[in-house]
Structure formats: C-alpha cells, structure tokens
C-alpha cells in the first residue's frame, strides 16, 4: 500500500486519548476519522455499556472484532476501542494499513481519567480489578505497536503534534 493511503491507528487504556485525539490528529494530518466503539453503537443500537449489562463484556469482544475486520477504509485515523487488542484477527487486519501508534498513559492516570470505572462499558471479567487490567494489557498493546507515545504530561494538542511527527518519522524509516 502507498504510504500516504495507510491509515493511523489509536490503541491504548480507557482514558489514553484515543478519541479525542484522534479526532485532533485527522484535522491536523488532512485524514479523515472513525471511532469503532462509535461503529460497534451504529451497528447494535446499543450503547457500549447495555451491551457489556445485557450481553456480557465477551459479547462486546465479538462485535468489536467484526467491526474491526469489516473496515475498509484508506487515509484515516481510526480510535479503536481500549479492548480491540484482545482480537488477533481484528489487530492483524488494522496493521496490513496502518501503522498503529499505543497511547501509554501510567494506571494512575487512567484512574484518574476515567471516572466511574463500572460503567464505563469497560470490556473485562466482573471480578478483575482496574490494576490487573491494566497489567494484562499493556503487554497487548506493546505487542500490536509500531510507534509507542507517552502521553503523561502532554495536553492534547501537544499529544497530537507528538503522534503525527512519530508517524512521519517511522514512515521515513
Ligand atoms: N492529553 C490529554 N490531557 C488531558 N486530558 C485528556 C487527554 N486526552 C484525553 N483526555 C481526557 O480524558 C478523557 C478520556 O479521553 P478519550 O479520548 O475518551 O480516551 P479514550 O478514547 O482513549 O478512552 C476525556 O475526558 C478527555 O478529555
Ligand atoms: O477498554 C475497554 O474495555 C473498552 C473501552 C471503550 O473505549 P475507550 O477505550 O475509547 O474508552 C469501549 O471500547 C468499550 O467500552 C470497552
Ligand atoms: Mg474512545
């Protein structure tokens, strides 16, 4: 694939920025956007929280993962959900266009972030706690990244700016 047709994709924490900042980086960069938990809402007529209560957090897993593998999009920046790195499949269709970029933000600050954690439609066991959550999938994200970015300590905007010039450079590569 060309490099200016691939997309850029957003996976990290609740809380990391994946929305907001996606959103910034596609008007910065001239993409165009997608959030896929705003895809998987779209396709259920369901809010991200009725189907973690109604259906289970691994029914959330499944529809996020179908979602993910129906893209088809050229030159977005795509936010994807804090649990799309559970999907192999999912993951291995992203990165064939794309480079994917994790969002790492320390615990503390997802707590912070996040609020009420138990009903955020977070996709996990109803006994794991937010620390062992974390702890499970930094290894995932880590695992499906090209380019990682702390984003402790930037605003926004300066997250964006770090993002597009750490794509530049890994596509110069
Ligand atoms: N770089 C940042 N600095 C401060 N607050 C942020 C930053 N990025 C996101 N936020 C805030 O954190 C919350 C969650 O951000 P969001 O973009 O929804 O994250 P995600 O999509 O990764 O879950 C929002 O309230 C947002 O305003
Ligand atoms: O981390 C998670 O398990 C989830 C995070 C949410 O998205 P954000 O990461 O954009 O908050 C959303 O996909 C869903 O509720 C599951
Ligand atoms: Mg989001």
Redesign the pocket.
């Known amino acids: 694939m060309q490099q200016d047709s691939r997309n850029i994709v957003l996976i990290?924490?609740?809380?990391?920025?994946?929305?907001?900042?996606g959103v910034l980086l596609a008007k910065q960069t001239g993409l165009s956007f997608v959030d896929t938990d705003v895809l998987i809402q779209a396709r259920t007529g369901r809010t991200l929280q009725e189907i973690v209560d109604q259906d289970g957090y691994l029914a959330l897993r499944t529809i996020e993962e179908q979602v993910l593998l129906d893209l088809a999009v050229t030159r977005h920046v795509i936010?994807t959900g804090?649990s799309a790195v559970y999907s192999e499949a999912g993951m291995a269709h992203l990165r064939a266009s794309a480079d994917v970029v994790f969002?790492d933000i320390p615990l503390a600050l997802v707590r912070q972030?996040?609020g009420d954690y138990g009903s955020r439609g977070i996709a996990r066991r109803p006994d794991q706690s937010l620390d062992d959550l974390f702890e499970e999938r930094q290894s995932l994200y880590l695992k499906h990244a090209d380019i990682v970015i702390r984003?402790e300590g930037?605003?926004?905007d300066a997250?964006c700016l770090a993002v597009a010039s750490a794509v530049r450079a890994h596509r110069r590569r």
Not at 12 to 21: A, E, F, H
Request: net charge positive.
């Open positions: 990290g924490m609740p809380g990391s920025g994946k929305s907001t900042v936010s804090g969002l972030r996040i984003g930037l605003a926004q997250l």
